[in-house]
């Protein structure tokens, strides 16, 4: 037997027309399985409209916070372990490159031997020039400049280095630090 | 300017008449709004506040999502969690108990899908709720056994179909809110909560039982 529309009309929770109504009234008359079904549904409704709010076990915010702190500490843990991780990468990272290079220069030591030899003798050929430019034009120069002139640039001289050693004691001193 | 009212749940002012169930209000508090701002910036006293108030409908909901006492803390506790987490992605324009309950509810589906709870034996499910002094101990009794028999019912819907029920039935939520609650339409949540009552009834017949409240009602004289 088709139960429908009488099925959807039994749950729907909008009101019937009556015309609808009446027709479900009269079918209800005839129809066991319908009127069964009214009848369950009645039941689980009371029992639902009737059923209350389940409250939890006292103290319920206190457990939340605990958890919280707990979640927490285990956030900060799981970032020290990630750090730790990254470094510990890192260090090895650089081992490695530095293990390769030690192979590296093991292998070709001759030439890094040379090289060095060769960086050595253009520096001290180098600062040989310098020496020699220096005791040539430094002299001509000395007798160019007038001596007031040397006693002004040396007081110069003199008066920045005061004003240099006051301004770092001035920056080293504990109130400008704090500041 | 008045912020734009929206639907809150007000556990704070049962309604003797809905058998102690919570009543809506379609305004928030102004202390509900500055603990939502003051939470929003990290403070944990003030989400705690929330929390005092939303405890009793999210552990409802999870413990009719779960049946289990233990489970539905252990769900409510993280839906917090994940409130209190996810509070910046939180929206001032929706109702913070849609939000909080929606996600009590996805995180209770996962869960029965995960764990298989429905598999539980309802025989041994304590029940939760603070015995009512005012009701005898038959009354009780009665009352308890209407409740287990409750959560056997509902332990054989589907999940969905269990979380639109529960919305409907003990928090009075609109077809719209339940949709958007469950991420669904409001086309398939009438779908669901039809099928759900139908299966409800027949389960009712299956299982042949009659509430006791029930049958007092059913055998009362007619008061005259």
């Known amino acids: 037997m088709n139960h429908q529309p009488f099925e959807t009309w039994l749950f729907s ?11 479900l009234y009269e079918h209800l008359q005839e129809c066991d399985h319908c009127r069964q079904l009214q009848s369950a ?26 958890r919280l702190n707990e979640q927490k500490k285990a ?19 650089l081992l490695i490159m530095l293990v390769l290079l030690a192979t590296q220069m093991l292998s070709s030591s001759q030439e890094i031997l040379f090289g060095w030899i060769y960086r050595l003798v253009t520096a001290y050929a180098f600062l040989e020039a310098a020496k020699i430019v220096a005791t040539s ?13 040397w ?13 240099w050693l006051a301004a770092y004691k001035q920056l080293l001193s504990p109130r400008r630090v704090i500041l | 300017l008045r912020p734009e009212p929206i639907f809150i749940l007000k556990i704070n002012a049962p309604d003797p008449k809905a058998g102690g169930r919570i009543i809506r209000s379609n305004f928030v508090s102004e202390n509900e709004l500055e603990w939502l701002h ?11 506040h929330l929390l005092d108030t939303y405890e009793k409908p999210v552990f409802n909901l999870c413990y009719r999502m779960l049946g289990d006492g233990y489970e539905a803390e252990d769900a409510a506790q993280e839906t917090f969690l994940r409130a209190y987490n996810g509070l910046n992605r939180y929206d001032t324009q929706r109702p913070f108990s849609s939000w909080l309950l929606s996600i009590a ?3 209770c589906i996962d869960q029965i899908r995960r764990r298989r709870i429905s598999t539980v034996s309802y025989d041994e499910i304590p029940y939760l709720d603070p015995p009512d002094r005012t009701l005898g101990p038959e009354a009780s009794f009665v009352r308890e056994e209407d409740q287990q028999h409750v959560q056997k019912l509902l332990a054989n819907l589907g999940t969905q179909d269990r979380a639109a029920v529960i919305m409907r039935y003990w928090y009075d939520m609109s077809y719209e809110e339940i949709g958007e609650t469950l991420s669904l339409t409001v086309s398939a949540v009438k779908s669901r909560l039809h099928r759900a009552k139908k299966e409800l009834a027949q389960l009712q017949l299956q299982y042949g039982y009659q509430s006791a409240s029930l049958e007092r009602t059913h055998h009362e004289s007619p008061a005259f």
């Open chain 1, 13 to 23: 929770e909008e009101p019937l027309p009556l015309e609808h109504n009446r027709t």
């Open chain 1, 41 to 66: 549904w009645r039941g689980v409704n009371q029992s639902l409209q009737a059923a209350p709010m389940v409250a939890p076990v006292s103290g319920f915010a206190t457990r939340w916070q605990a």
């Open chain 1, 151 to 163: 006693v002004l640039i040396l007081g110069a001289l003199s008066m920045f280095s005061v004003l």
């Open chain 1, 75 to 93: 956030r900060q843990k799981k970032q020290s372990l990630i750090l730790l991780a990254s470094m510990f990468g890192i260090a090895s990272l």
């Open chain 2, 38 to 48: 003051k939470a929003q910036k990290g403070d944990v006293e003030a989400f705690t």
């Open chain 1, 137 to 149: 034009i430094v002299p001509t120069f000395i007798r160019f400049v007038p001596l007031p002139v």
């Open chain 2, 105 to 107: 509810a996805h995180y």
